[in-house]
C-alpha cells in the first residue's frame, strides 16, 4: 500500500510539471489565437494527452481511496489540488489502519499469552501460592488490556508486549525447561524470581507447572552406565550411588554435602535433587572433566516398561530443597550461572554488585547522576517541592533534555537534576531506585569477551516499563509544574508578551537551553488577533514551556491554546494560568478541541502551557497555536442631525 501510494505522489508532481508546461504553451497560443492563428496540432494533442492523463491518475487514486468514507465523487475532482487532498487523506487513513492493526495484533498476542498463564496448575499442589499471586495479576491485565482503547495504537502497541514480558518469560520456562539450553533456562529462572519471586521460578524450573489433564514431560537424561545395559528389566531399581565429590573453587561450591550427610537413604537424596538442575549439570555437562554434579541415572536405565498409557509419576510428599545457602550469618545467596549452582557468599555479592557499578559507570552516566543526587535528596529530608525549586533553578531546562542524553550536560551534573523522576518512581514503589542494579541481574557468562552489555540501555527500559513512566510521566509534569511554577522561571521556548500598542513574541531554537531570542514585534490589530504558530520537537519524555504575560490592559483578550502532532488536534500539555492576583491555578488538562484562559490582563496575568512527550522510543512534532482574541468592539452610536420642521399650511403667509 505504501508503495502504491508513493507511486501516485510521483506521478502527481510529475502530472504537475506537465500542467506547467502545457499551460504555458496554451497561454502563449491564446495570444496567437486573439490574432486569429491557429495553435498547431501538437498542442491540442498534448492537451488531450494531459486530459486524459489527469483523468487516468484519478481514477488510480479513487481506486487507492477505498479506506475513505465517504468515497468521493469523481465529478467533484476537476484539479490537481483536489487530487492531493483525496491522496493525502488516503495516506492518513491507511497509517491510522496499519496502527490500528499493530496495536491490535499485539493486543491478540499479549491476551493469548495470559491465557497461557491463566490455563497453568501445579502438578503437586492445587492452592500453589505463587502460581495464585501470578494469575492474580494476570487476570487484572487481561481484564484491563481487553478492555483498552488507546488513543494512539501505534504507540500503545510498543508498550503492551513489555506489560506482559514477565508472563511470556513465565511460560516459556514452563514449556522449554526440559529443552532449552543452560544459559536460557538461569536468565529465565532470574526473571521470574525478580517478577513473581522464587517459589514460582523454581517450580517452573522443575518442571512442576503444567497444564490441565498433561502429562508431566519426561526430563533429557544422560546416557546410562555400560553395565546396567545387562540387568533385567524385571529386576528391582539398585540404589543409585551418592554423587562423586569434584573439588570446585570456593566462590563456586555448591551446598549439596549437607544432604549427602543426612541419615536418609543415598536414593532419597538424590531423588530430592531438583530435577532441572540435575538436568543442567548432567545431562548438558560434556566429559571430561567430569560434571559439577552428575544426575544419578543407573536406577533409571533399568526399570520396568512403562504400561501402555503413560502415568505420571507418583506424587512424593514434598522435600526439603537439596540447594541450601550459607549459614544466615553469612548473608549467602543461590545462583544459577551456566551449569553450576552457585552459593554466592556476600564477598562474592559485593564483587557482582561492583561489577554491576563498574558497567553502569560506563554505560549508563544518566543513572549514575540522576542515582546521586536522589541519594543526596533523600539525605537532606527535604520535600519534593523544595527539590523541584532548587533543582529548577539551577537547570531550568532540565525536562527538556532526554534523560538518557543528560549526562551530556553541564558537565555530567544535569544527569543529577533526574533525581525528581527517581523521586516520581520511588513514591510508587519503595526500593526501586536502590534494587535497580541487582534486579536487572545480567548473564555474564552469556557475553563474549569483546562484547559490551548495554546495561544503560536495560536500565532506561526497566526505569519506564517497571517505573510505568510509559503511563505516569504526565502526571510527574504536572507536578513539576504545579511546584515551580510561577518561580523559578523554566526555561521557555517562545511565548507571547501583550502590550497596550503592540505584542511581542519570542522564540528560542534547539538545542534546549539556550537563551538566545528571535523576537518580533505586532502593532497591526489583524496581525496581532492572528495565531501565533511555534513548532517544537520534542525527544522522548521530555516537555517544552511556552508563556503568555501582560501587565494590566483596559481591553483584555481571551488566550486561547491549540495543539497539533501531524496536523491531528492533541491534548499533550498542561495549561497553568496566573490570576492578577493570588496563587497560580491547578495544572488543567489540555483540551484536544482547545483551551480559552479569559481575560488576560485584568483577570489573569501569566499562562504556562507545557507540552510533553509520553512516548519513550520516539522524538514527537508538535504545532502549538497561541491567539489573543478581543471582543468586538460595539459601534458608537450616530450623531444626531437637525431636521427643520416642515410649514405649517395654516400659517399666514408673508408678503
Known sequence: MKQAHDDLQ????ALRTRFSDTGQRAAAAADAMIATVMPDAELIDALAQTGRAFVELRHALLEQAAPLSPIPDPTSLTSLAHLERVLQEAIEAEERRVRQAAW?????????????????????DGGFAGLVACQAKARDMHLAISAQQPDNPGEEATIVSGRVRAFAELVALVDGWNVLDDDRCAFLQDAITQSFGRPLALAALRGKLGNEGEAPPEPVRAPAPARAATASPAAPAPEPPAPPAVPEPAAERVSFAAAAAAPEPEAEAAEETPAALQRV???RTPA?????????????????????LPVPPPVRPPAQPVVTSAPASTG????????KVQVESSEEQQDREASLEAMAAETAQWWVGARKGWNEFRASGASFADAAKETLKRYPYLLSVPIQKSAEHEGGRLAEGYALLLEHVEKQEEGFVKEALTRLNPQFTTRGTEQT?????????????????????????????TRVIPEPGLWVQGGLTEGQAETASFVRVDPAGTKALQMASLTDDAERGAPRLFAATLGPLTTRFFKVEAGELTDPPDVEVKLKENDAPSDRA???SVPVTGQPEAPKKHKAGGTVVPELGKQHRLVWIGVFNPDPNNDKTYELAITLKRKARAAPPAAATFTPPKPSPFAPKKR
Open 104 to 124: 491490535e495484533l499485539a493486543r491478540e498476542t499479549a491476551l493469548a499469552t495470559l491465557d497461557r498463564v491463566l490455563a497453568l496448575i501445579h502438578r503437586e
Open 281 to 283: 549439570v548432567a545431562a
Open 453 to 481: 552489555y548495554q546495561l544503560g540501555q536495560e536500565l532506561y527500559l526497566y526505569v519506564v516499563a517497571e517505573g510505568r513512566l510509559y503511563k505516569t510521566y504526565p502526571d510527574f509534569v504536572k507536578e513539576v509544574m
Open 332 to 339: 549467602a545467596q543461590i545462583r544459577l550461572a551456566g551449569t
Open 10 to 13: 510521483r506521478q502527481l508532481s
Open 574 to 576: 498542561w495549561v497553568v
Open 288 to 308: 571430561p572433566p567430569p560434571p559439577l554434579i552428575e544426575r544419578p541415572t543407573v536406577a533409571r536405565s533399568v526399570e520396568a516398561p512403562p504400561p501402555p
